[in-house]
């Protein structure tokens, strides 16, 4: 009788281990890295090169500087994900409520930064390897535990160092945002803007696995537009960081454009325009195009697309974030939100070319379609 009850109860306890929710289903948490590929994440400024899926890790390689994000935007969730950097003194880091697309003159978005940092990076009282929370170009955050920034510095010195495995709980609601690291909640900041917007995971230069990634979104609430991030526009990086694969030149000497990480490069030695052309393989029909630009010492002007513009335009020194459409086989331009060109009537569809006249710096090269 006793062996019967036993079985009998054996029997109840595998079916109801085997009916029993999944950790997802239980704790209301559904995986942000699926573990088999980038389901769900958008390249912003770096390669396909760059990340890959190695048995259930996100790998990243750190080259060149930059990010993917989430497909959607989120406000008000938890997110844990386990991190641990292969090198030590790695630099990474998550971005909460970050724009679609990177900020001028920058390989980051604005956001909220919750920092990755391998403990050899080293510590000053500027910042810390155990969990810095702050805001980045544009964003605000007001920090609790802060040292007269907007920086939110960690109560305790919790992370472990390469090559271990860390986990963060990173806890958003309504403009507050929390850390735990490896158990303990250490890093808290509030009144942040954005505070809705995309999830970012940054490369930086160190190798950095990720596993565990799992999201539980919170009830959204009320948020002004001013708290908004920017939304998809459909930009897509056509710059790899790496090579200038996608671009085409006519020099036939020296080469006098080079990738220099998330920079392009032009020495302005080039004697002809010709020679000084760098031109995508993307036609701007019916496209929208953004680049970032800063001229050096030198610079005198740059053919966009047939369209030249002057350093009294661009200042020397200066990142300008030049944004132009062609539809219907017009152009027009913006230099750092300005138009400066209408509708200006083009004798052909272009490619989009770079055509300076001395030396100049290039970042954030995306390029989108106008129309669905």
């Not at 306890?13 to 997802?24: D, E």
């Not at 750190?62 to 994000?69: F, L, Q, V």
């Not at 009830?219 to 930009?235: C, F, T």
Request: hydrophobic residues 35%.
């Amino acid at each position: 009788m006793l062996r019967t009850v036993s079985m009998w109860l054996c029997v109840l306890l595998v079916m109801r281990l085997g009916s029993a929710p999944t950790w997802a289903e239980e704790e209301g948490f559904r995986p942000l890295f699926n573990g088999k590929d980038l389901s769900g994440w958008v390249l912003v400024n770096t390669p396909p090169q760059t990340w890959s899926v190695q048995d259930g890790l996100l790998v990243c390689t750190g080259k060149p500087i930059g990010e993917i994000r989430t497909d959607r935007m989120y406000q008000n969730f938890i997110l844990e994900a386990e991190w641990r950097h292969m090198v030590p003194g790695g630099n990474a880091g998550i971005f909460i409520w970050a724009d679609d697309i990177t900020s001028k003159g920058v390989p980051f978005h604005r956001s909220i930064e919750v920092q990755v940092l391998e403990n050899a990076y080293g510590q000053s009282k500027g910042h810390t390897t155990h969990g810095d929370i702050f805001p980045i170009h544009g964003a605000r955050m007001t920090p609790v535990n802060g040292r007269g920034g907007s920086r939110a510095f960690p109560t305790e010195e919790r992370s472990k160092p390469s090559p271990e495995w860390n986990h963060y709980r990173i806890e958003c609601r309504d403009g507050a945002i929390s850390l735990a690291v490896n158990g303990k909640v250490v890093t808290q900041g509030t009144d942040a803007s954005p505070r809705k917007g995309y999830i970012c995971i940054e490369s930086e230069g160190g190798v950095v696995h990720y596993r565990n990634m799992k999201i539980r979104e919170l009830p959204d609430s009320p948020v002004a537009d001013e708290h908004l991030a920017i939304a998809n526009r459909g930009y897509r990086s056509i710059y790899t960081g790496l090579d200038l694969r996608g671009w085409k030149s006519s020099e036939v000497g020296p080469h006098h454009w080079k990738a220099n990480d998330w920079i392009l490069i032009h020495d302005g030695k080039a004697t002809t325009l010709a020679d000084a052309t760098l031109t995508s393989d993307e036609t701007l029909a019916d496209r929208g195009f953004l680049l970032d630009i800063r001229p050096r010492e030198g610079f005198e002007s740059i053919a966009i697309c047939d369209s030249v513009l002057t350093p009294s335009a661009l200042k020397v020194g200066e990142w300008h974030r030049v944004e132009g459409t062609v539809a219907n086989q017009k152009l027009t331009l913006k230099i750092n939100g300005q138009i400066v060109l209408t509708d200006h009537p083009l004798d052909r569809i272009p490619n989009l070319s770079l055509s300076p006249r001395g030396p100049a710096e290039f970042s954030n090269l995306f390029i989108r379609d106008l129309t669905p």
